[in-house]
């Protein structure tokens, strides 16, 4: 995963902001209430206008009053992107023996921030969620040393990958668990055909484990890069829904989570990977996705949309050609893991084009 936006900082946010206008943010969003009030009919027929007076004065009694609404709505968008401890999904160093790509991964337990100032205890690989990117080619060996300083056993499943059964990492169908204080060496070699955006979990107590941040990207490049659609920038979103963050983007949930930049004319590559227990249809505003491969493997058609519907376990790999500037908002769109009366949470982040 490459985080191009490590350098971006809230106020250049806020500068962009400044330049397209927050208007221009908020009619990204959704119409504002200006619009609204020009699509109602000037005059209503006058038995409607008791009725249609009597709901304007009347606001859902669990709801703040309009202007409190608005200030948290705003607070929240003016921190994104809120600074937060720890980033994961970063590539993953290796060592050669041989011929052989070596890979180290820790589980453990680590204090995590998914939201500014907000801790959880996450259960991590190399002290981070997600985990660090594990990233190799076609053809390549690896061998991955996996240590368990979990309170639990656990054993890591390679999702996607092609590979012996005695490496599959699903404890007493394929392997003993990986018991507290043990470890375990994963060795196979990544087949062609193979390619694509795959990932990493726990298979032991997975519900609790995998939700609570044991999760990590897999790519594996193609041998022969013409094979796949070229790019300028790439990012990789792993969703998620569990009790690290709620509805979380790579272990982060919305305002501390990552914007996706571009300049106009790019074409980005973004990687979904659903980790979670529930669907994500994901909403881009403002530009297509060309959907061109699906748990690693080229469809024989792509295709276009504006959402994408990803079940838990599913990647999709997906092109979208940056052509017009301004804050795009990017998001779920089952609108309860995104918004609510306090303004836009969990999945929630915004690809920025800049001119
Ligand atoms: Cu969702």
């Known amino acids: 995963m490459e985080f191009r936006t490590s350098s971006f900082t809230r106020r250049s946010f806020a500068g962009l902001l400044g330049l397209a206008g927050l208007g221009g943010a908020a009619s990204a969003l959704g119409p504002n209430t200006s619009t609204k009030a020009n699509q109602e009919p000037a005059s209503p027929p006058a038995h409607d206008m008791e009725m249609g007076a009597a709901s304007a004065a009347t606001a859902p009694s669990d709801q703040p009053s309009a202007d409190e609404m608005d200030r948290m709505h705003e607070a929240g968008m003016r921190l994104f992107p809120a600074r937060?401890?720890?980033?994961?999904?970063?590539?993953?160093?290796?060592?050669?023996?041989?011929?052989?790509?070596?890979?180290?991964?820790?589980?453990?337990?680590?204090?995590?921030?998914?939201?500014?100032?907000?801790?959880?205890?996450?259960w991590t690989y190399n002290g981070v969620v997600p985990g660090p990117e594990i990233r190799a080619t076609e053809g390549d060996k690896v061998r991955i040393y996996v240590k368990n300083e979990l309170p639990q056993s656990t054993g890591v499943h390679w999702h996607g990958l092609m590979l012996p059964n005695s490496m599959d990492g699903?404890?007493?169908?394929?392997?003993?668990?990986?018991?507290?204080?043990?470890?375990?060496?994963y060795e196979f070699q990544l087949r062609e055909g193979n390619a694509g955006a795959h990932m990493y979990h726990a298979h032991h107590n997975s519900a609790f484990q995998v939700t609570n941040g044991l999760l990590g990207p897999f790519i594996v490049d193609p041998k022969d890069r013409s094979t796949r659609p070229k790019h300028d920038r790439e990012y990789t979103l792993v969703l998620?829904?569990?009790?690290?963050?709620?509805?979380?983007?790579?272990?982060?949930?919305?305002?501390?989570?990552?914007?996706?930049?571009?300049?106009?004319?790019?074409?980005?590559?973004?990687?979904?990977?659903?980790?979670?227990l529930m669907i994500h249809p994901m909403h881009l505003h403002g530009m297509p996705m060309t959907v061109f491969a699906q748990d690693g493997y080229?469809?024989?058609?792509?295709?276009?949309?504006?959402?994408?519907?990803?079940a838990p376990g599913q990647r999709f790999e997906v092109l979208v050609h940056a052509t017009e500037p301004g804050t795009w908002a990017f998001h779920c769109h089952i609108l309860s893991h995104a918004e609510s009366e306090h303004g836009m949470f969990g999945m929630v982040t915004a690809l920025i084009v800049e001119p």
């Open 298 to 310: 080229m469809l024989p058609q792509p295709y276009m949309c504006d959402t994408l519907n990803i």
């Open 84 to 122: 937060t401890e720890g980033l994961g999904g970063q590539p993953l160093a290796y060592e050669m023996d041989g011929d052989v790509k070596v890979f180290q991964l820790t589980c453990k337990v680590v204090k995590w921030e998914f939201e500014p100032g907000k801790f959880m205890d996450a």
């Open 240 to 276: 998620n829904d569990g009790p690290i963050g709620g509805f979380s983007i790579n272990g982060k949930s919305f305002p501390a989570t990552h914007p996706l930049t571009a300049k106009k004319g790019e074409t980005i590559l973004i990687r979904y990977m659903n980790e979670g």
């Open 170 to 185: 699903v404890p007493f169908m394929t392997q003993p668990p990986i018991k507290p204080g043990g470890s375990f060496t």
